[in-house]
Nanobody, 121 residues
Framework: QMHLVESGGGLVQSGGSLRLSCSASGFNLDYYSVGWFRQAPGREREGVSCLTISSNDTRYAGSVKGRFIISVDNGKNMVYLQMNNLNPEDTAVYYC??????????????WGQGTQVTVSS
């Protein structure tokens, strides 16, 4: 069974840091683009960062650029999001995503269950 499981969320003070982890099982992340999304109460889900593993190309939303870093450990089949200098506007449920079309498998789009990040002022 294929799924993603996030961890590492929690409560942190403004200016603090958190590291989110996303463990993939049942499939190999090497053949996917991976990303982090977030959804704050009353707002739509938005993209935070993404990484194309085959090219190591990374992208960041303007609101997190310079503060967040996405990375992958291929050996552990895991994705990370290092979040620094957090502020209350970063409060949201953070979701891990893997999207791709591996040869012989077809299009796949996987989501984790989400992990809550709360930043107090």
């Amino acid at each position: 069974q294929m799924h993603l499981v996030e961890s590492g969320g929690g409560l942190v003070q403004s200016g603090g840091s958190l590291r989110l982890s996303c463990s993939a099982s049942g499939f190999n992340l090497d053949y996917y683009s991976v990303g982090w999304f977030r959804q704050a109460p009353g707002r739509e889900r938005e993209g935070v960062s993404c990484l194309t593993i085959s090219s190591n190309d990374t992208r960041y939303a303007g609101s997190v650029k310079g503060r967040f870093i996405i990375s992958v450990d291929n050996g552990k089949n895991m994705v990370y999001l290092q979040m620094n200098n957090l502020n209350p506007e970063d409060t949201a449920v953070y979701y891990c995503n893997a999207e791709g079309e591996p040869s012989g498998v077809g299009y796949r789009n996987y989501w984790g269950q989400g992990t809550q990040v709360t930043v107090s002022s």
